[in-house]
């Protein structure tokens, strides 16, 4: 083999950076079951149409980012670029209409194709949750407060600014399209070309472009608020008072759209400035009209997704490793009787860690460098009384401890 390195926009995860994900994954699966979200796996690959039709033809992720390929069967597979379409599809293809509400957590690796950068990978992962089934504002409440729990949790909380918009029910949607696609085609000969083919296709994809001279032309475009219905106000309205009563700080960002078709209502991200251009750790929605379009059963949802690799930069130590004794024969006779003894304590319950070689001295500093809380010290006289001698690494005290009782001070 001659390339070696992993693959562009890959990243192998050890020592802190994994204990930092499965920190972020533990903590938010924990905080989570206390809403009722139970734990959903959904798999890697799915039929490429999956995404294709919930994510629209026009969306980055379908037209640059998604890992396509045809498998020797001849089917067209995708590898999942974001959570929503698979649990989507699996509450169709699992028939659980009759279970509303439903509330699923996930943890899963995602697959984009874009230009790697910090805070930007072709594998990474998110945490996320979906509440499926629930028509009325209090799921949007419940899952953005979820959001920012989990987030004071892991103690970020602080740095973060939760963002917030509606963009109302279907004909409110209807009313600020027209609106804006008249305002927009007014302008047509400054907006970038790929703006230029929204404009048919899909003008609300604009507002969020990042391309410089549509954000000059977006700047003056027409307000979505101000074309919202009396209904979309007052879910909003219902939204935001829910969010005040339970003290989740919030602002509200009119430019904060989704451009896709199924979503309504509120959008809202958690961002940043701590992370430089790849400010948004946490996005979400309410998404009423996403499992119709795939062919399901009228069933509304909510959820939102965070980056796990954005979480880990921000949350300020990674957990410590849980710390071992360490059990230290003195010469190579009482090798046999450390081993045994190193089993025996992990069969109770113990971190034990056993050198595989060296003088005494050798393995003490072992014993540092694992960050041993206790060394327990195995030789000749010991073997002989059937004791150890046992030491508080961090006050340097010790002590003689019958090998019976050991278990029993290694707790106290
Ligand atoms: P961005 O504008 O940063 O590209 P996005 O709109 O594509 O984000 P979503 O699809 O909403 O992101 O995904 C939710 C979250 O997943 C993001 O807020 C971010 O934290 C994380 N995320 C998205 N893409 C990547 C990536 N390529 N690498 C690492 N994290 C990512
Ligand atoms: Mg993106």
Do not use: C
Not at 351 to 363: E, F, H, I, Q
Request: proline share 6%; charged share 25%; no cysteine.
């Amino acid at each position: 083999m001659s390339n070696l390195q992993p693959v562009r926009g890959t990243h192998d995860l050890m020592f802190d950076d994994i204990r930092r994900h499965r920190a972020i994954e533990e903590t938010a699966f924990e905080i989570a079951g206390r809403y009722g979200y139970g734990e959903i796996a959904t798999p890697v690959f799915e039929a490429t149409e999956v995404f294709t039709r919930t994510l629209g033809d026009t969306s980055d992720i379908v037209t640059k980012e998604m890992y396509t390929f045809e498998t020797k069967g001849g089917e067209r597979i995708t590898l999942r670029p974001e959570g929503t379409a698979g649990v989507a599809r699996a509450f169709i293809s699992g028939g659980l209409a009759q279970q509303t509400p439903l509330k699923f957590f996930y943890r899963e690796s995602m697959f984009r194709y874009e230009r790697p950068q910090k805070g930007r990978q072709r594998q990474f992962h998110q945490i996320g949750v979906e509440l499926l089934g629930v028509p009325g504002p209090q799921a949007d409440v419940e899952v953005i407060a979820l959001g920012h729990h989990i987030l004071t949790a892991l103690g970020v909380a602080g740095n973060i600014k939760v963002e917030l918009n509606s963009l109302g029910d279907g004909d409110s949607r209807t009313a600020y399209r027209d609106a804006l696609t008249a305002f927009l085609s007014g302008h047509m000969e400054k907006l970038s070309p790929d703006s230029r083919e929204r404009l048919q296709r899909n003008p609300l994809r604009i507002l969020d472009s990042k391309d410089p001279a549509d954000r000059a032309v977006v700047a003056d475009a027409p307000r979505y608020s101000d074309y919202l219905n009396t209904a979309s106000k007052d879910f909003f309205a219902a939204v935001q008072d829910g969010l005040a009563r339970l003290d989740v700080p919030f602002a509200l960002n009119p430019a904060l759209v989704r451009g896709l078709d199924y979503y309504s209502h509120t959008a809202f991200e958690f961002t940043t400035d701590a992370l430089g251009a790849q400010g948004t750790v946490l996005a979400g929605g309410r998404y009423d009209g996403l499992i119709p379009s795939m062919g399901g059963p009228a069933t509304p949802g909510v959820g939102w997704a965070a980056g796990i690799e954005r979480l880990a930069m921000l949350i300020p130590e990674p957990p410590a490793a849980i710390r071992p004794v360490a059990v230290i024969p003195v010469g190579d006779a009482e090798i046999p009787v450390a081993e045994k003894l190193a089993h025996d304590l992990r069969l109770q319950g113990f971190a034990v860690d056993l050198g595989y070689g060296g003088n005494m001295g050798k393995r003490m500093k072992r014993a540092d460098k694992v960050k041993a809380r206790a060394a327990i010290i195995l030789g000749a006289d010991e073997v002989r009384e059937g004791v150890v001698t046992l030491r508080d690494l961090d006050s340097g005290e010790q002590r003689k401890v019958p090998q019976a009782d050991l278990a029993q001070a290694l707790r106290a």
